[in-house]
């Protein structure tokens, strides 16, 4: 009897071990292996009509997805179709369809899906990317529509995303929808690396960012009451973005905004949405496209599932300690130019 438990324990053991080794062996992506196979599929893509969100549709056209171009403005979605016409890998099956619509009005989403829904033949699609954003920079002491603008950029950002995702989880986990082992379903968010470390300026855009981390956080936990629905979450946390809304953006934005992000890498829409996509099939949860974006990552983890346990954690740790520089540096920088500019009132005469 006592044998037996002995061979017993050992047995779990060795499970156990295993379980474990495997496990990291597949954060560490040793698995290899596409973990977002887009051919045949179909992919609804919100802020599709400009920006990074326009540079993935013709990039995921050019995988092989069939997709539905998100945006208000018709005329840039038309040419966004005709762009994945262009780019599309099996030009005789692919498909491409627009919806012009304000992710920031209340209910929007659930048409959209409906109507997606009916173009892809009544299936609903199997990929969202909630891409659609905007940045309003500004001095929240100063600027005497902050809240208005902070109100606008949560409304596009936070609830144009939040209202998406629910709407297309609604229909992902009914129960008539099960799929037991089936390829899984992705929703993906937009955020910034804002959201992992903020900074002067800002002050309207981070939190709506922020927001979104920590509703696509929560809906990941949420997913796994779902076994037989299988969805990955993923967030998108890009650096500057040389994007039609960055020159917007620039306009607003404070000197010492301008200042504190010079060091961040300039990307392209394309640079971004391909790093992006290359992340997504590496199976990351927290998709990072520059190494700036990579300390910013491992040095605010919190509870967010990790990409790699072990490069995660050494990296995160180091990058902990080197914080006491980079906010003494940061914070410097913004005490030299108060004293140097007086009070931000006085900034229009060149600050
Ligand atoms: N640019 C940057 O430096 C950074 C941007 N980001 C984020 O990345 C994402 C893409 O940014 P970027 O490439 O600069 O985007 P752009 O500003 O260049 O394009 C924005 C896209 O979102 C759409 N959009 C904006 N508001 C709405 C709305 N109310 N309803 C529907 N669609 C809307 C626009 O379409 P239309 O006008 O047709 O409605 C357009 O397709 C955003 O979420 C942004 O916040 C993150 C980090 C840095
Ligand atoms: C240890 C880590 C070192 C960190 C050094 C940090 C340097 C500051 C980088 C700030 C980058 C801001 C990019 C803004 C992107 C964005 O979301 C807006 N453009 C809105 O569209």
């Avoid at 990317?129 to 596009?156: F, H, K």
């Avoid at 490069?311 to 003494?328: A, E, P, R, S």
Wanted: glycine share 10%.
């Amino acid at each position: 009897m006592g044998g037996l438990l002995e061979v017993t324990k050992s047995k779990v053991a060795i499970a156990s071990a295993s379980v474990l080794g495997a496990a990291l062996l597949s954060t560490m992506g040793l698995f290899g292996g596409n973990q977002f196979p887009v051919e045949g599929k179909t992919i609804l893509i919100t802020g599709a009509s400009d920006g990074m969100g326009r540079a993935a549709a013709r990039q995921l056209a050019a995988k092989g997805a069939n997709v539905v171009a998100v945006g208000r403005n018709v005329g840039r979605l038309e040419e966004v179709v005709a762009e994945m016409k262009a780019a599309a890998k099996n030009p005789q099956q692919q498909r491409f369809h627009y919806i012009s619509a304000d992710v920031s009005v209340h209910n929007y989403a659930a048409d959209v899906v409906a109507d997606a829904i009916v173009w892809n033949n009544g299936r609903a699609p199997d990929t969202v990317w909630c891409v659609a954003g905007m940045a309003t920079p500004g001095l929240y002491t100063q600027d005497d529509d902050a809240l208005t603008t902070a109100r606008r950029q949560m409304d596009v950002n936070y609830w144009g995303a939040a209202e998406m995702a629910h709407a297309m989880l609604r229909e992902w986990t009914r129960p008539d929808a099960a799929s037991p082992g089936g390829q899984p379903k992705h929703l993906v968010f937009t955020a910034s690396v804002l959201a992992f470390y903020p900074i002067v300026g800002y002050a309207g855009y981070s939190p709506t960012k922020c927001a979104v981390r920590g509703l696509a956080d929560t809906l990941t936990q949420e997913m796994l009451l779902y076994p037989d629905h299988p969805v990955r979450v993923h967030v998108v946390y890009p650096g500057t973005i040389l994007s039609p809304g960055f020159e917007r953006e620039q306009t607003t934005k404070p000197a010492i905004t301008k200042h504190l992000e010079k060091d961040d890498k300039e990307q392209t829409p394309d640079e971004v949405a391909s790093k992006a996509i290359a992340g997504l099939e590496k199976g990351e949860h927290s998709v990072t496209v520059s190494f700036m974006g990579d300390l910013m990552r491992v040095a605010a983890l919190n509870g967010s599932p990790r990409n790699n346990w072990i490069m995660d954690t050494v990296m995160g740790c180091v990058v902990y300690c080197i914080w006491f520089f980079v906010l003494l540096v940061m914070h410097g920088d913004i005490v030299k130019h108060a004293k140097k500019f007086g009070h931000p009132s006085g900034y229009s005469k060149g600050a």
